[in-house]
């Protein structure tokens, strides 16, 4: 069947930490736990009127509702059904790999990242360029808030892309997984340098990044 996606990596990789750290364990999604950031995903996939709610504030009641019902389950039970998706829209690879891959990737570095010992993992350079292709795409609207020009740049190959156009734009080079957590909101990431106006620099830091 050959090797599996990075979308289908990161769910399997996602549920191991999960159970290796526990259902309380914290996250970097506010006050949420292991088991809530489970069961998010879980309603994201499953309820198609609470998964609305994520993305719809007037709806937010309903994700609410969802989240209960599905968090009424044992964690153990919880993790396993994430692992082995039901025949979902998200289950058929192209849609995995379009809609899955940045969310999987992103909070399973919630689970890794928000313990006090983390520390970035080695990807190797295909699943780098992956990521990099996501985001080029994605980014153009998770860096609307800040208002500024931004650039992204590789610091492994040198590729740059255009996230939102203008003259002397801010530009973020690191690796694509660096870059994926910072415009993403994250605040725990590394190894990323800034150049271009410092005020827009700070402008981009103080926004709410992400989704």
């Known amino acids: 069947m050959g090797n599996p996606s990075l979308a289908r990596r990161e769910r399997r990789d996602l549920c191991d930490t999960a159970l290796a750290l526990g259902e309380d364990a914290p996250t970097l999604c506010g006050d949420w736990t292991a088991k809530d950031l489970v069961t998010h995903l879980l309603v994201r996939e499953n309820r ?5 709610g994520i993305a719809v504030p007037v709806l937010s009641g309903l994700t609410e509702r969802d989240m209960a019902q599905v968090g009424r389950h044992d964690f153990g039970v919880l993790v396993e059904r994430l692992r082995r998706p039901r025949f979902t829209p998200y289950a058929l690879p192209p849609v995995d790999r379009l809609l899955n891959t940045l969310e999987y990737f992103v909070h399973h570095e919630d689970l890794r ?17 992956r990521l990099w292709s996501a985001i080029r795409v994605a980014g153009r609207g998770l860096v609307r808030p800040a208002g500024v020009p931004v650039q992204i740049r590789r610091s492994d190959t040198g590729a740059t892309a255009v996230l939102r156009r203008g003259d ?13 957590m910072f415009l993403f909101g994250r605040d725990r990431f590394r190894s990323l340098d ?3 106006p410092a005020d827009r620099i700070a402008a981009l830091k103080r926004s709410e990044l992400g989704i």
């Open 168 to 180: 002397d734009p801010v530009v973020v080079t690191g690796l694509p997984s660096e870059l994926v």
């Open 194 to 196: 800034f150049s271009g």
């Open 48 to 52: 198609p009127l609470g998964a609305a």
């Open 113 to 129: 990242r928000a313990q006090p010992d983390w520390e970035p993992r080695a990807l190797d350079q295909r699943d780098q360029s």
